[in-house]
């Protein structure tokens, strides 16, 4: 599975579907939307808005957050083929 990563160093819910990637194991190239030239452009192309995190899995365009619900533990668990189930709530994150 190619996992590609776009980011920003600004941005929590980077941070977090990074975080969620490292700690399954599932290596990921990271491109920064900030520091890579056609970056942030080629995310409007694909998806019609400026927004990060988003993955490419295996060529497939796939926003892993929800504004105003965070990463989708969840969904990208079952997605992604690592069988966990999540609970998130605004205080911290149960499994």
Not at 2 to 28: G, M
Not at 41 to 69: C, H, L, M, N, S
Request: aromatic residues 12%.
């Amino acid at each position: 599975m190619q996992i590609t990563v776009y980011s920003a160093f600004w941005c929590p819910d980077c941070r977090e579907a990074k975080r969620f990637l490292q700690r399954h194991n599932l290596p990921y190239t990271e491109i920064d939307i900030e520091s890579t030239a056609g970056a942030a452009e080629e995310i409007i192309r694909r998806t019609g808005k400026r927004a990060v995190p988003q993955f490419v899995v295996d060529g497939e365009w796939i926003q892993p957050y929800r504004p105003g619900e965070g990463f989708l533990y969840e969904e990208m668990s079952e997605r992604l083929g690592v069988g966990e189930r999540w609970l998130s709530n605004r205080t911290g994150l149960c499994q």
